[in-house]
């Protein structure tokens, strides 16, 4: 078998670079919420005063953004999976991704919003010239499955913050477990888009969360 002890040394080094600059990072994230909620604000005056009318940039920038918003949540379940399956060689990855977490859910929630609003929103508001008396046109089911997911995800990227953890105390950890009925109703939505990929992803966080449970169900037992 291949030795891939130099992988988790590897690891360790990356750690350890991430960690000694969590404060730039985070500052970066915090930044990029404001930068991409901006550009969407100017893309959608561009849209509304008429000098911007293409279908098809709004489609594959919304495409863009569920991918980044996909990853990006990843990003928010990994810690968590890791830290149940409880594998040292991977503990680095967990101590990552955890500084992160917060902002990588925030940054995510922002993403998906624009996401639908490209994919969805802005599309069907060009296609009848803003005439909101033509709108909502009907949603198709991986849309209704892609906002059902949003909405259970609003008290959670609402609540992430330093005085929501104070005031609810043990419910801010009950609320939070939302996210994982949010991943089966994403799983829904991209399947429902044929993003065969991203449901192997989901998948995976699903198994390795499950095993991380039956072990330590065994190792109490024990
Ligand atoms: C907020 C409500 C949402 C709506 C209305 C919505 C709508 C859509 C639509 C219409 C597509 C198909 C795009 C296309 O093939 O042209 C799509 C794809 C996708 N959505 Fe969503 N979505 C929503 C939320 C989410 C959320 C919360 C996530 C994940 C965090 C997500 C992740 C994705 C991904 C990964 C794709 C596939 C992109 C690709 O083709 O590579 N969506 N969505």
Redesign the pocket.
């Known amino acids: 078998m291949a030795d891939i002890s130099f992988l988790f040394s590897w690891l360790n080094v990356l750690q350890r670079e991430v960690l000694r600059r969590r404060m730039l990072l985070t500052g970066l994230l915090k930044i990029s919420e404001w930068a991409v909620f901006g550009g969407w604000l100017i893309l959608l005056g561009l849209y509304v005063s008429g000098m911007f009318t293409s279908v098809s940039l709004l ?1 594959e920038l ?6 980044l ?5 990843i990003a928010t379940l990994i810690p968590s999976m890791v830290r149940r399956l409880k594998i040292r060689e991977l503990f680095p990855i967990m101590s990552m991704f955890l500084p992160f977490r917060r902002q990588f859910g925030v940054l ?2 922002i ?3 624009i ?3 490209f ?3 802005l599309p069907a508001l060009v296609l009848v010239e803003f005439d909101f008396a033509k709108f909502p046109s009907p ?2 089911a ?10 259970l ?1 609003f008290p959670l990227w609402l609540t992430s913050n330093d005085l929501a953890i104070k005031k609810m105390g043990k419910w801010w950890k009950i609320l939070h477990k939302l996210t994982y009925v ?1 991943l089966f ?2 799983m829904m ?2 399947a429902l ?3 065969w990929n ?1 449901v192997f992803a989901l998948l995976v966080i699903v198994i390795g969360n499950v095993v991380g449970l039956i072990k330590s169900f065994y190792g109490k037992k024990s």
Not at 62 to 67: K, M, N, R, V, Y
Not at 142 to 151: D, H, L
Request: net charge neutral; charged share 5%.
């Open positions: 489609l919304g495409e863009t953004f569920g991918t918003a996909f990853a990006l949540y995510m929630f993403t998906a919003f996401h639908q609003s994919t969805t929103m949603l198709m991986r849309q209704i499955f892609g906002y059902i997911a949003w909405w995800l949010a109703i994403i939505h991209v888009v044929g993003g991203y």
